[in-house]
């Protein structure tokens, strides 16, 4: 018995652990030749080379013969093998280096900067490093790696992007690079005088590459690596982005079938104040053209009938209400920039008096009512949301399957430690609370911040999306961000710190938007007409630099670019893609995925049923006397709180389950009564806003992590089944109209978009299903207890019950 025990504590003292599989080293890029092995000792040696071992156990392999030797004694020998194959292991799976030359398709107007051969793009997964040898390029729009599978059709995605590919990095969304010098990681930037055997590149959408290069050339990997940290990470120019080079050498032949109203003319804004019934009491202005009155401004907007052309003159905007929507009941959402705190005390007196005369041609009691909101006092700073979002994608940036489930023991507590979902939770209140103004109240809200640009656009945009159908439609959402965002003045050079000359100002303001947006999605799927891809590639489409949507701070600041002497074409001045066209960026297959198949379209009202149908819509806005009960669950994740208590080691969550700032009675009531009753997707929406309805974007934050994937579930798994079906019907139907019409055409069959939903999961359609690497049997944490006898008491938010680790999947 004792040298059973004896016997069992070398094997344990052999197994690597997971810090040793990530030291496994990288395959050299020659193809290995047959390696004989045999069914009773392992893998033999060939002739001049090191002896390989299944993946996951270079060393535990030779440790447990040692093992066995010693305890069967010094005499005493291995048999030899009865049976040798000259078969590769297939747990080893190194593909052979690029023969042929594969060319780079370059965009108009893209150059090539530098290149390195021989390197190997890998993807840590259970201490092997397994990927491709190819060439790693940079241009001056994207870093891209090319391999034999770069030509190849056979294994092209069902969703693919035009512009930028599957291996393909746009400099914009570059956010860290890092070196690995003798195993140990450093932040690259500025100058080298070291240059790394490994470089890892960490993306703004979340994607994590790395590349080794251990076998390329020495003069390549100066002009790689120094090529790829100076364009993606060095200060430039406006004039230096590749939107410019793109757009002075692509043809303008962009589709003209684009919905979007672009609030470019004073016709759009008459057009808006119409549809939402706001042309009685508002007026558009067009006393900023040629952009006299301030260049943050756009050239037309709206503001109150009384208001002066003279008063807008006199402080250059600032002061002055801007309108962004109009109620069905007559109240209006305002925006408003504020005078500089800093200002003497005449001058203060001056604009104080200025300001009492603006509200009070808004504010008349007891027919018109008034009521300002300073956001720059209620919600979260810019430098606040920054920091939160800053740890937040930290949690995704996984290096390898190892530090996933290191994290995972612990997903709970980090992930509230960012509070980044607070955030989103308060924002959503705030939207609310305007709505419960507008709607119930029926008096006047005016926004107050700073510039007006950044938290303004967020609750006026989120207001809209959940008052006003139109736009929760496609062509509506995307006119309402060219009106409150693009035309709006928000600075997406800044925010997105697309030059890189100040990180003071990078706030991710308009990505806060599409969290928000995304959770009212995932709530109230039938009433949106778009999907949760389409937030998630708008989202990646802030960093491609071909669209000029997301890439100027003010609209005066892109006409002024657009009429430089200096880019004028033969033909004229070049006009900037917008990013609303998505014929450029996709198929029309591909295009299939951004529209809802179960949207529930607003039917057309029948003049018979108008006034039936205009008591319905005001059937959300009554109240009861009493006041409904409210939910007695508050946190982050309702349905996993009780397993998750079970399995804490003694450590309370209250914090996490209680929600802070409890809304006043008013709201309270206005909130529960709406919920209490059914949803009509087409009129009022109200976001549920308790601790466990605030949820991961999963989509867009694990789409690149293959152990969070879910097998042949998620929701666009399920979309696409159900586009196939709608696709399997339509063809059915041209069928069906071909014989009744008795035409002879083979046009009428379409492709279904996929043939193998197995190979689907909760990935798609950013990637196909991926191999998943094994949940170790003890958690990587353990490991490290094993290692320094630390007491597992003393440790928090471990895990007892190892079968019931939960995981991100869950969310």
């Not at 040298?3 to 504590?9: A, D, K, Q």
């Not at 999963?698 to 696709?727: F, S």
């Amino acid at each position: 018995m004792g040298g059973v025990i004896c016997m069992f504590r070398l094997l344990l003292t052999a197994l690597p652990s997971p810090q040793q599989q990530r030291s496994l080293p990288f395959p050299p890029p020659p193809p290995p030749p047959p390696r004989a092995f045999s069914c009773s000792s392992g893998f033999e040696e060939g002739p001049g080379e090191a002896t390989p071992s299944p993946v996951g156990a270079s060393s535990g392999s030779s440790g447990r013969r040692e093992a066995i030797e010693a305890m069967l004694g010094s005499g005493a020998r291995a048999a030899k093998p009865s049976f040798v194959s000259y078969i590769s292991p297939e747990e080893i799976l190194i593909k052979e280096p690029i023969e042929k030359e594969v060319s780079l398709r370059l965009l108009p107007g893209e150059l090539l900067l530098c290149e390195a051969n021989t390197v190997y793009k890998y993807m840590p997964e259970d201490g092997s490093n397994r990927g491709t040898y190819g060439k790693l390029v940079c241009t001056n729009f994207k870093i891209s790696f090319l391999d034999d599978d770069s030509t190849s059709d056979d294994n092209e995605p069902q969703f693919k992007n035009k512009i930028v590919g599957e291996n393909d990095i746009t400099l914009q969304c570059v956010d860290q690079i890092y070196g690995v010098f003798d195993e140990k990681k450093k932040l690259l930037t500025g100058q080298l005088r070291k240059y790394p055997e490994i470089l890892i590149i960490y993306c703004k959408d979340l994607r994590v590459c790395h590349f080794c290069l251990r076998y390329t050339k020495e003069e390549e990997v100066k002009r790689i690596v120094s090529g790829i940290v100076h364009h993606s990470q060095t200060p430039k120019l406006l004039k230096r982005l590749f939107l410019f080079s793109y757009a002075s050498a692509a043809p303008n032949n962009t589709d003209g079938r684009n919905q979007t109203v672009m609030f470019d003319t004073l016709e759009d804004w008459r057009g808006e104040l119409e549809r939402t019934k706001g042309n009685v009491k508002y007026k558009v202005v067009t006393v900023n053209e040629d952009y006299r009155v301030s260049q943050k401004l756009p050239l037309y907007f709206v503001v109150p009938i009384c208001v002066s052309e003279e008063s807008i003159l006199k402080y250059e905007g600032r002061g002055i209400p801007i309108w962004c929507w109009s109620c069905h009941n007559g109240a209006a959402l305002l925006k408003m920039s504020a005078f500089p705190k800093e200002q003497d005390d005449s001058t203060s007196q001056m604009q104080k008096a200025f300001l009492d005369g603006i509200y009070k041609t808004i504010s008349k009691p007891p027919y018109e009512l008034l009521k300002t909101d300073d956001l720059s006092s209620s919600l979260p700073s810019l430098q606040e949301i920054q920091t939160a979002y800053t740890k937040f994608k930290q949690l995704f940036w996984i290096d390898n399957s190892a530090d996933f489930w290191a994290t995972d023991v612990k997903w709970f507590s980090l992930l509230e430690s960012t509070n980044w979902l607070e955030i989103i939770r308060r924002v959503l209140k705030k939207a609310i609370e305007v709505v419960e103004c507008l709607e119930r109240q029926n008096t006047n809200v005016l926004l107050i911040e700073e510039s007006a640009t950044d938290m303004c656009c967020v609750i006026s945009s989120l207001v809209q999306v959940m008052m006003d159908s139109y736009n929760r439609t496609k062509s509506g959402f995307q006119s309402l961000i060219q009106k409150e965002w693009v035309v709006g003045g928000h600075s997406f050079l800044d925010r997105c710190n697309h030059l890189h000359r100040s990180d003071k100002e990078e706030a991710p303001v308009f990505l806060l938007l599409l969290n928000c947006v995304w959770q009212l999605v995932q709530q109230y799927p039938p009433a949106f007409e778009f999907t949760e891809t389409y937030l998630t590639v708008l989202s990646d489409s802030l960093y491609v630099p071909i669209f000029s949507t997301f890439f100027f701070n003010s609209q005066h600041q892109k006409d002024n670019s657009m009429n430089d002497e200096s880019f004028r074409t033969q033909s004229g001045p070049f006009r900037f893609l917008t990013v609303w066209d998505w014929s450029v960026q996709f198929d029309p297959k591909a295009q299939a995925f951004l529209n809802n198949p179960l949207y529930a379209e607003k039917p057309k009202p029948d003049k018979s049923q108008r006034k039936t149908a205009r008591f319905k819509h005001q059937r959300q806005l009554s109240l009861p006397l009493t006041q409904t009960k409210s939910s007695t669950k508050r946190g982050f994740f309702r349905e996993e709180t009780d397993h998750l208590i079970k399995n804490i080691l003694g450590k309370r969550i209250g914090k996490l389950i209680n929600s802070s700032d409890e809304p006043p009675n008013s709201f309270r009531e206005f909130y529960d009564s709406w919920h209490s009753k059914p949803v009509d997707y087409h009129g009022l929406l109200l976001p549920r806003i308790e601790g466990p309805e605030i949820k991961v974007w999963a989509q867009r934050y694990l789409r690149w992590i293959p152990e969070a994937q879910l097998h042949g579930g998620g929701t666009i798994a399920t979309a696409a089944k159900i586009l196939d079906l709608m696709e399997e019907v339509q063809s059915l139907q041209a069928k069906l109209d071909e014989e009744h019409s008795q035409a002879i055409s083979g046009d009428v069959h379409s492709v279904p978009l996929l043939r193998n939903s197995s190979r689907l999961s909760s990935l798609f359609p950013f990637a196909l299903l991926q191999r998943q690497s094994l949940k170790p049997a003890l958690p990587t944490s353990t490991w490290k207890d094993l290692e320094d006898e630390e007491d597992l008491v003393k440790r928090d938010d471990e895990f007892v019950d190892l079968s019931g680790v939960m995981t991100k999947d869950k969310l």
